[in-house]
């Protein structure tokens, strides 16, 4: 039960063993806190008894607040905090937090269904939010209870796009037949927010990417039998082109498949590199080399395979793999599309694959230009906040100027998609996806280096308050890597 207190009563309590502090006029007991406090006792001693708000917010987040809320006595009487908390699912009040539609400005695209689709969202991801993050950290492979848990509202097909959605639930009450790609681009922004690069690879790297390959390619019979499992998170999947000696350069692949001699089965025998997901990947839709050119065959996870995990920048529930195929007996009817024709295959694929790292990149910036903004109101250097020094205000401009332009690009390219059948997007779209993603990279590099000034020691320090920063300047080259396919 909070009670309410003067400022004079909050002042006697400033030794050691009775520690009470204020901050943004709530009244917290520290007594039993300052031995656990991160930073050591002597910061929190120095405010006993005294208002605590400019020196906890010049060091904090205010989800720190929220942790420690237990230690939360009162709140001093007559006065109003002037901090508002965000619940989950809020749309962020910081500016240029929120893409142009969701700062209140006309949109061609979006409308309120699209609202209330992103709210539905955010609200399932926030109550994710504290696991995810864990999950991150501990590069744990993401429990079944954590992926079905995505499966059940919708939120792994809903990553594949309108073609995978088919009777499908969605978040905030969308049809299935509403659902275009500008639903989807905001679910991978969404889950873009939980800032877990890692992890978003480990859960859904490698399935948004090589399940349109089933979706597009497979039998029917195939379809059936294995979407329904790969969408509720009962099965994991993973595309698996990449060879330690084929890179960009697909048509050099080594893997071969050979039809057994009673002509049931494909005989695969290869390896393959920096497989997303594929540490815990069921199903591996695998480029290969049949004589006449390359095929693309599913491969379950059955005798003859074998993963190992790969460490990378981001975190190791990515599980990212080096997988070997030893003699793996693979069904004929697991042929995706047209024997020696599996190019068209890979490269269809790519530009989705494209446009989903575009969208999270996308968000991902934007999460570290909203923490610069409260950053740079927030920290005091040489006697003023950091957002009064004209250069620091000249950075954020700069950032946002550029998060805008290819937030727009995007939304242009989200339209295209929706205006395109599969053919006409996979002959067109290439280009422009590529060159999208080239100048989102730089973007990223940017954003990343002018984010690390502002955030200062904090940019590099994995906890706290620069850690959205932190993870993009270790990670954002992830999105160079598939252009060079
Ligand atoms: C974390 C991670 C996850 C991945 N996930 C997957 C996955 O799930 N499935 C999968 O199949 N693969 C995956 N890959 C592999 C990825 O697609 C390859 O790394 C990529 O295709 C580049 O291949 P490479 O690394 O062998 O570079 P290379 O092909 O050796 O190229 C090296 C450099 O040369 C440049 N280059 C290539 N060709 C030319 C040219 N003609 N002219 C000028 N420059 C050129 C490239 O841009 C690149 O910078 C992943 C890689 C990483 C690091």
Known sequence: ???????????????????????????????????MHPGGSFPILEVAGKDATDVFYGLHKQDVLLKYDRYKIGTIVNETPQVTFNEAGDLSKVPYAESSFWMG?????????????????????????????????????????????????????????????????????????????????????????????????????????????????????????????????????????????????????????????????YIVNGVKKWITTGCFADYFSTAVKTGGGISMLLIERTEGVETRHIKTSSGSSAGTAYVTFENVRVPIGNLLGVENHGFKVVLSNFNHERYIMLCGASMAARLVVEDCFKWANQRQVFGKRLIDQPVIRNKLAGMIAQVESMHNWLENLT??????????????????????????????????????QIFGGRAITKTGMGRNVETLQRTYKFTVRVLTF
């Open 1 to 35: 039960m909070l009670k309410i207190y003067s400022r004079s009563e909050v002042a006697k309590h400033s030794s050691e063993n009775d520690l009470w502090i204020i901050i943004d006029t709530h009244v917290y007991d520290m007594s039993r806190f300052i031995d």
């Open 415 to 452: 339209y295209q998609m929706n205006h395109m059948d599969y053919k006409e997007q996979s002959i067109k779209l290439a280009g422009p996806l590529a060159l999208c993603k080239y100048q989102i990279t730089r973007m990223l590099h940017n954003v990343s280096d002018d984010a690390c």
């Open 105 to 265: 400005f006309k949109s061609p695209y979006f409308n309120e269904r699209h609202t209330q689709f992103r709210i539905a969202v955010r609200k399932i991801l926030d109550s994710m939010k504290t696991e995810a993050r864990e999950l991150e950290d501990s590069g744990e492979r993401p429990p079944d209870a954590f992926v079905q848990k995505l499966g059940a509202v919708g939120l792994l097909a809903a990553n594949i796009g309108p073609d995978a959605v088919k009777g499908i639930a969605l978040p905030g009450g969308i049809k299935p037949e509403e659902y275009d790609y500008f639903y989807e681009m905001i679910v991978h922004e969404e889950f873009a927010r939980w800032s877990c690069p890692g992890l978003n690879s480990g859960v859904l790297g490698g399935m948004t990417i090589s399940v349109p390959t089933i979706i597009n390619f497979a039998k029917p019979e195939l379809k059936a039998k294995t979407l329904p499992l790969i969408l509720s998170g009962k099965k994991r999947m993973a595309l698996a082109i990449s060879e330690p000696g084929a890179g960009s350069d697909v048509a050099s692949i080594k893997t071969t498949a050979k039809i057994s001699s009673d002509g049931s089965h």
